[in-house]
């Protein structure tokens, strides 16, 4: 079975300072695409970034970078220059090509000034 | 921009009431879901549909249906609600060509009492 597993329940950071959330995942796929949402209090869940499996390069979107472990199957999210913004829960998520998304349990993160 | 619009935002019914939740996206999607968000538990999927008429089971159907007589409309009904069906539940929309991007719903906040 394909889960996805965040083991930080909760994460600090201060203001302008870097902080990286884990993500594992299991599946006997090759070929699949990893997300990270980012879910404010307004509860809209907000795509940060995204990787295709078969692209061995990590994605980067503006201060949100991904560290794509394939092998280990790992899939983490860094943020630098944590804003204040950031604060938000955040969910790692994957999904077959015409399958369905399977999320984590999420990971609080606080942002402190 | 997609929309995808779930158009009762909080409710609060009585056990044993029949419920039903909306979900409407605007972009011509073929795939749609329903999922449930929990504390702790991320977001888990409930049904999702490839098609008008077509549906299967996601990970916790247990409790639930759903009708797809419109390729925009998607709903979720709770046959004979009860109290640990209070929770969050999430609409979301795909297809599976372009960007393949995931768009989801704000959110119904449902209590049952």
């Known amino acids: 079975a394909q889960t996805v597993t965040q083991s930080q329940p909760e994460m600090s950071v201060q203001e302008a300072e870097t902080v990286t959330l884990s993500c594992t995942y299991d599946?006997?796929?090759?070929?699949?695409?990893l997300f990270w949402y980012k879910q404010p209090p307004s509860r809209q869940m907000i795509l940060v970034i995204r990787q295709e499996a078969y692209k061995q390069q990590n994605a980067t979107e503006n201060r949100f970078s991904v560290n794509f472990q394939k092998a280990a199957k790992s899939f983490s999210l860094k943020i630098s220059d944590s804003q204040l913004g950031d604060a938000a829960m955040y969910f790692c998520?994957?999904?077959?090509?015409?399958?369905?998304?399977?999320f984590g349990q999420g990971t609080e993160l606080s942002v402190k000034p | 921009d997609v929309k995808v619009t779930q158009s009762s935002r909080y409710l609060v019914k009585r056990t044993g009431e029949k419920v039903f939740l909306e979900c409407v996206q605007d972009?011509?999607?073929?795939?749609m879901f329903w999922y449930r968000q929990d504390p702790g538990l991320g977001l888990r999927l409930i049904y999702f549909?490839?098609?008008?008429?077509?549906?299967e089971k996601g990970d916790i159907p247990e409790g639930y249906s759903v009708s797809r007589e419109k390729k925009e409309r998607f709903s979720l009904i709770l046959e004979s609600a009860s109290t640990n069906q209070t929770s969050m539940y999430l609409c979301?929309?795909?297809?599976?060509?372009?960007?393949?991007?995931?768009?989801f719903g704000e959110g119904s906040w449902l209590t049952v009492v």
């Open positions: 979301a929309s795909h297809t599976p060509h372009g960007r393949n991007t995931i768009y």
């Open positions: 998520a994957y999904r077959v090509q015409g399958g369905k998304l399977i």
């Open positions: 599946t006997s796929e090759s070929d699949y695409y």
């Open positions: 549909s490839y098609d008008v008429k077509m549906k």
């Open positions: 972009m011509d999607h073929e795939n």
